[in-house]
């Protein structure tokens, strides 16, 4: 099955700067790549996505970026502020109901 | 529209009970799935359907049950609880089509004694 590697497990970022977070997934039969955002005692929520016909995808202060070749993607949140403190997924999959999750990064914004 | 359901919030039991945990969509959605979240793991699928009658093990399967009547409803059966089950349990929601979102429930918090 796929395995989705996720890195960092922990960011610390001063707020106003840039935050990336990087998952490879081993499965080249994958084509969709969706990242959840999950506030403490909540439930995830979807951020943003991207196919595996696009190879960058923004909106506002988020990205995506996919190499397909190298079977990475990577999100950037830029300039980050305190409410952007959680923990974000990255997954993976071949179909929708079938996501392959890393294992989350927690996200600290310091005022 | 209520969006995907979740019943109970909070469940304790011990170790041989067994019980059902509810998951709900109103948003006429084919496909629905389970998830469990531990610690440091990020969320591993237990059981999905592709529409009702059509169930199937996903990750980690062992120790549930899963069905699927109708479209609205999927629940998950725990057939005797152990403490490894002790996790927060996740009920998904997409429609086909490809590359659409997957609609979470709020979770369930279960503790296994």
């Known amino acids: 099955g796929e395995n989705v590697e996720q890195h960092p497990s922990t960011l610390s970022v001063q707020e106003g700067d840039s935050a990336v977070i990087k998952c490879t997934y081993s499965?080249?039969?994958?084509?969709?790549f969706p990242w959840y955002k999950q506030e403490l005692g909540k439930r995830p929520q979807l951020i943003i996505d991207?196919?595996?016909?696009?190879g960058e995808k923004k909106d506002q202060r988020i990205a995506v970026t996919l190499n397909k070749t190298a079977k990475h993607f990577s999100l950037h949140i830029t300039e980050t502020q305190p409410e952007d403190s959680a923990v974000y997924f990255c997954?993976?999959?071949?179909?929708?109901?079938?996501?392959?999750f890393g294992a989350g990064t927690t996200v600290t914004v310091r005022a | 529209n209520a969006g995907v359901t979740q019943t109970p919030k909070f469940q304790v039991l011990k170790t041989g009970q067994s019980m059902t945990l509810q998951c709900a969509q109103d948003?006429?959605?084919?496909?629905m799935s389970w998830y469990r979240q531990d610690p440091g793991m990020g969320l591993r699928l237990i059981h999905y359907?592709?529409?009702?009658?059509?169930?199937d093990q996903g990750e980690v399967p062992n120790g549930y049950n899963v069905s699927r009547s109708t479209t609205e409803d999927f629940p998950l059966r725990l057939l005797s609880a152990a403490p490894s089950q002790t996790s927060v349990y996740f009920c998904?929601?997409?429609?086909?089509?490809?590359?659409?979102?997957?609609?979470f429930g709020p979770g369930t918090r279960l503790t296994v004694l």
């Open positions: 991207i196919r595996s016909n696009v």
């Open positions: 997954a993976a999959s071949k179909y929708d109901y079938k996501l392959s």
């Open positions: 499965d080249s039969a994958s084509n969709y």
């Open positions: 998904a929601s997409t429609k086909t089509g490809g590359g659409n979102e997957q609609f």
């Open positions: 359907s592709v529409g009702a009658g059509i169930t």
């Open positions: 948003m006429n959605h084919e496909y």
